[in-house]
């Protein structure tokens, strides 16, 4: 049974149809690549699942349930959680309560427990703070807990990003251009984060221009142009289709 | 935000708490002690403002909150006869479902809108209070012969709420719950949501935050400290009016607060503390005192930006190159 299903969505931005006509699915556990070039729509395709753009048309269910135009944390509550193009971190808090924060456990609790609860002597605490270290730990932030988020390097704020967005215990996992600004090695790292994440049991629809990752990483992938899907299909398919070789990839391996 | 900070800021507060409550034995002198009447006062107010301006929210309706507080207090005990003591929770309520509404007709509008529309909703209630229902709420005049707070009684023990002193006994009460709420919302979990929403709005969203919720909750229960602030000020003065409530009194505590600064939890108590205190030196010099108010705005807005407390965390924080601060699960 797909976890995630597109129906018919479209979305106009004033006169322009940013996203036309667009159903896909996404299977349970399973890594799903969202490809095309600038401006083909996959951020807002992404927007429209995350509930932060309306749908002009069609619909988005998730689990089999309708949840088209929900609001985005009712959404996060359903297990729906993403990362941003540029990263979006809390700037100025640690990178541990970024992670705290950020965690489901907060969120299911009653405002008044959230309210009258300290934060210290908690058994719930000693909980949620092992697992925000297993995840600090994954990507590589264990060491780095106590600072400020916008003290961190590039790679560790996007790391915690993507840490945050983890840290929400999301059945499906969005992550837009995870890669991007990395180098090869960092990428690497970055990776096996996608895949232990996967390993868990999470969907990841993934957004990204690095080729080679998503070639290497996804187990099927969506290829978007001018907000249609031109090719839906395994890496192997998408490699071969001439339509996307002729708008994408040959593009994309000209200017490398 | 940080373990340490709650702790630093419970010392604070019982400091704080300590020094106020010897302030009637130090002088015998009442104006003195009128004076820190009005701090403790405009300290509720300040530090309720503050939370809701924390969030990005610059609400221009909280003298109004406070002054719904003050009306319906004063209505219920000159009208119905009423006991403070039950005016108290439902003028404060209604302070608070006011808020409620402000924000559930607001929340959804950003930056000069919320501002706009919150500077409307204070000159309506302005207007009401001084144009409609006089039978109730006085019109033009106000409301004349407010009753002192009803004397508080333990069996056949009873204290009079009367005099100067008692009734400075009476904010400084009211003070220390509101101060001790209004910690325990900082250093919570719920703070620290609220401090994720000022952080981003759209990121706090996308872990799951309620924003709206959130800003809804943080908004009453400013509401509801600042009807209290009314409804003592009613009792305590007597005599509303409501030109009390409107844009010169707002304007007093906004700089309170932004001078002081926002970030900080204790940047309104600086900046309350400091201004009265400052303008009680130049009250002799009459003109002077608002010219003098003016330039030390202008002069802590120059310098920083951030509020006084914000300036002296940034010299802090140099100071100690590579330190970071612990933080609320570190005992975990």
Request: proline content about 0%.
């Given at each position: 049974m797909s976890l995630l299903a597109l129906e018919n969505v479209t979305h106009f931005f004033g006169g322009l149809a940013a996203v036309r006509n667009l159903s896909f699915t996404v299977e349970s556990g399973a890594i799903r690549g969202l490809i095309g070039p600038n401006g083909s729509g996959k951020s807002t395709v992404f927007n429209i699942i995350s509930g932060y753009v309306p749908l002009s048309s069609g619909r988005v269910r998730f689990e089999s349930r309708d949840?088209?135009?929900?609001?985005t944390p009712s959404l996060v509550d359903l297990g729906i959680a993403r990362t941003f193009q540029a990263t979006q971190i809390?700037?100025?808090?640690?990178v541990e309560e970024n992670v705290t924060v950020s965690s489901q456990v907060i969120h299911r609790e009653s405002l008044a427990r959230s309210f009258l609860?300290?934060?210290?002597?908690d058994r719930d605490e000693t909980h949620l703070s092992a697992r925000a270290e297993e995840i600090l730990d994954l990507v590589g932030l264990s060491g780095a807990a106590r600072r400020i988020a916008r003290d961190l390097p590039y790679r560790d704020q996007k790391m915690l990003a993507l840490a945050n967005a983890m840290a929400t215990d999301a059945k499906l996992l969005m992550l837009d251009e995870p890669m991007a600004g990395l180098t090869m090695q960092e990428t690497r790292a970055a990776m096996a984060v996608v895949r232990w994440a996967r390993d868990k049991g999470t969907t990841i629809l993934l957004i990204e221009h690095d080729m080679r990752c998503i070639m290497e990483l996804c187990d099927s992938i969506v290829v978007l142009d001018h907000g249609e899907k031109i090719c839906d299909g395994s890496p192997n398919e998408v490699r071969r289709n001439p339509q996307v070789v002729e708008i994408y990839l040959g593009a994309d391996e000209c200017s490398r | 935000m940080t373990w340490t900070g709650q702790a630093r800021s419970i010392v604070a507060f019982l400091l704080l708490t300590f020094a106020a409550s010897v302030v009637p034995v130090v002088t015998h002198d009442l104006y003195k002690v009128d004076v820190a009447t009005t701090i403790l006062q405009d300290l509720i107010l300040a530090m309720s403002l503050r939370v809701v301006m924390n969030l990005g929210l610059l609400n221009l309706a909280h003298t109004s909150l406070m002054g719904i507080g003050a009306y319906v207090s004063a209505a219920l005990a000159m009208r119905l006869g009423m006991s403070f003591w039950l005016t108290l929770p439902i003028a404060a309520g209604a302070a608070a479902l006011m808020a409620l509404a402000l924000g559930m007709l607001t929340l959804r509008l950003h930056g000069p809108y919320f501002f706009l529309l919150t500077f409307a909703v204070m000159s309506m209630i302005q207007l009401f209070f001084h144009s409609y229902l006089e039978e109730i709420f006085g019109g033009a005049t106000g409301l004349i012969g407010v009753p002192r707070p009803n004397p508080l009684g333990f069996g056949s023990f009873t204290l009079p709420l009367v005099s100067k002193v008692s009734l400075y006994y009476l904010i400084l009460a009211f003070w220390i719950a509101a101060a001790a709420v209004l910690i325990r919302l900082e250093y919570s979990r719920l703070g620290l949501q609220c401090a994720a929403v000022k952080q981003s709005e759209a990121v706090a969203r996308s872990v799951g935050i309620h924003t709206i919720r959130c800003k809804l909750l943080v908004l009453s229960l400013s509401g509801f400290l600042a009807g209290v602030a009314g409804v003592f000020f009613a009792h305590s003065r007597g005599v509303i009016n409501s030109s009390d409530f409107g844009i010169d009194p707002m304007l007093k505590l906004l700089v309170y607060v932004v001078v002081g600064g926002v970030?900080?939890?204790w940047g309104p108590v600086v900046g309350t503390i400091g201004f009265s205190v400052l303008s009680e030196y130049l009250r002799s010099f009459h003109f002077l005192e608002t010219l003098m108010y003016g330039a030390v705005l202008i002069a802590v807005m120059r310098l920083f930006p951030e509020g006084i407390t914000g300036a002296c965390e940034r010299i802090f924080a140099a100071a100690r190159p590579g330190s970071v601060p612990s933080h609320v699960t570190a005992g975990a």
């Open positions: 949840i088209t135009n929900r609001s809390f700037d100025a808090l640690t609860r300290t934060t210290v002597l | 970030s900080n939890f």
